[in-house]
């Protein structure tokens, strides 16, 4: 039991160390009737690391992202207009391409570039027809083909009789809350998703399981950091409170080295045979507190996609699929923990594993300030 648990301590860390700033591309398709929109969102911290520290270098970085063609024929790229996205540390590229007839068998290639910083993911989504489709670029899957033609078909639908413009008016509130409750299967995996692939915020949720816990303690911890995040999450994803990405980041990673810490100096005088009170109720404040901070680094994969007046429905959703992600991870853990903190090796694990919860997040605060 114990070296099971230790092994997946070590393991966790082994995820992109900068969750939010490597992060996510995001890409957004509307498919009009022989052009198409595409919305390309790309972190700073990406374009960095790929030395596009220029607009100019930038917008070429985004020229070259993609290659579309229509039933074989190449779409040309007929216009961008970027847009910085300073808020989340991004910058966003409109672009316009044009094909030589009605779309019928669309082919995207996302080309080597971005996507060759691993790790990295590019979350598409298309709107065909007010249809709505997603699907997810990575190193091993850079090719999307579309058949338009056929699925309008099989819809009963048909493309737009003209094409749009660069920047589309928001729709109306009524009708964009429909759209988003439709798209339940887009923005709540997506929760899933972020949280499952975000090492950090597992290290931190596991260093909060590590002292003997019980069930009515474990419900306490958890609902005292599901209420902080989101409250951090919606602040920031409705531009009511805008934190630095970098200063976040940084603190997500002290709220892991924190926990590990206190994990050490609550276990120092304790062997196999005491009888350990868990200091419980001064960690739901720890978890209160680093929640509201882990709510902000949730909250920029939503800001990168630009949701509009579909934010409020996307948010319910996003934040579900997060806690879903949550109880995925805390559900199974808890009770192989529980038994092991309550075997003979009791506080090993304990304390084995805050040490290499505090030097990982130790790392990854380095790493994010430097």
Not at 13 to 21: W, Y
Not at 144 to 162: H, R
Not at 173 to 188: E, H, I, P, T
């Amino acid at each position: 039991m114990i070296r099971p648990l230790l092994l997946l301590l070590l393991w966790l860390p082994c995820g992109a160390a900068l969750a939010h700033q490597a992060g996510v591309t995001d890409t957004s398709i509307e498919i009009g009737h022989s052009k198409l929109l595409l919305v390309y969102t790309v972190p700073d911290a990406l374009l960095a690391k790929l030395g596009a520290t220029t607009p100019a270098r930038q917008e070429t970085l985004a020229r070259q992202a993609f290659s579309i063609s229509n039933d074989g024929a190449s779409c040309p790229l007929e216009s961008v207009k970027p847009r910085p996205l300073p808020d989340i540390g991004s910058q966003q590229f409109g672009m316009l391409y044009a094909c030589d007839h009605p779309l019928n068998a669309l082919k995207f290639d996302y080309l080597p570039g971005v996507q060759s910083v691993p790790p990295h993911k590019n979350l598409v989504r298309l709107s065909i027809a007010g249809e709505k489709l997603s699907e997810t670029f990575d190193a091993s899957h850079r090719t999307l083909e579309t058949p338009v033609g056929f699925m309008l078909k099989l819809w009963g639908k048909q493309l737009p009789p003209t094409d749009f413009k660069m920047k589309t008016d928001a729709q109306p509130v009524g009708q964009s809350f429909w759209r988003a409750l439709a798209r339940a299967r887009d923005y709540f995996p997506m929760g899933v998703e972020h949280i499952l692939s975000g090492p950090d915020h597992i290290l931190f949720l596991v260093g909060l399981l590590l002292l003997p816990l019980t069930f009515r303690q474990l419900v306490a911890l958890i609902t005292a950091f599901t209420v902080a995040h989101s409250m951090t999450l919606a602040l920031s994803v409705l531009d009511v409170v805008n934190l630095p990405v970098v200063f976040v980041e940084s603190m997500i990673a002290l709220s892991i080295v924190y926990v590990g810490l206190e994990n050490i100096w609550e276990l120092r005088h304790i062997d196999v045979h005491s009888d350990f009170l868990s200091p419980w109720r001064r960690r739901l404040m720890i978890a209160f507190g680093f929640g509201l901070v882990h709510g902000f680094g949730f909250s920029y994969i939503l800001k990168e996609i630009g949701l509009g007046s579909e934010l409020p429905v996307a948010l319910v959703l996003f934040n579900l699929g997060v806690e879903a992600g949550q109880l995925m991870i805390v559900l199974p853990l808890f009770p192989l923990l529980h038994l092991a903190l309550n075997r003979t090796l009791e506080f090993s694990v304990a304390r084995s594993g805050s040490v290499v919860i505090s030097i990982v997040g130790g790392y990854w605060f380095l790493q994010r300030v430097l």
